[in-house]
């Protein structure tokens, strides 16, 4: 039993009807980009095609995505990383010796980049005192960690192919 397709590759419109029926741009969907963020919406997110005129800008699936964590979430998370030895409770052994002035032996160490974590962003609350190292941090979870007594510390990664 011969399959539909083949039957019709042989007609001369192959079943499209009468051959004035498939013509123009509008049996497609409209020329160009029309219908991007209509009909053809995911034919455009799959191109990466933007709204409006600028076309130099970058397609969606281009662009780069930080890894953030909330200020919430990276203290939830506290306990677990202390145990996986990825955090580090201080004492006045841990600290440098200007800062053992400072230290009452309940603050945490966290290096955030050896998580893969690129940014702090400041939603939830600190309620412990933390020194961390990160590459980028929000303004309002620097104000969160230092208003808790921890410190911030900004690593900043070296410029390649300078």
Known sequence: ?????????????????SHKKRRGKGSKGGSG???????????????????????????????????????????????????????????QTFLKVEAKEKADGSGIYLDTTQLGIQKILGKGEV????????????????EKIESAGGEVKIEVEAASGV
């Open 1 to 17: 039993m011969k399959k539909r397709i083949k039957k019709i590759r042989g007609t001369r419109t192959c079943g499209g009807g």
């Open 127 to 142: 309620t412990r005192k933390l020194t961390l190292k990160a590459n980028k941090i929000s303004r309002t979870a620097r």
């Open 33 to 91: 980009n029309a219908g991007a963020y209509g009909h053809h919406f995911v034919r455009s997110l799959k191109k990466g095609i933007r709204k409006g005129k600028n076309k130099s800008q970058l397609p969606l699936r281009n662009r780069s995505v930080e890894k953030t964590v909330n200020v919430g979430e990276l203290e939830e998370m506290l306990e677990e990383l202390i145990e996986k030895g990825k955090a580090k409770r201080f004492d």
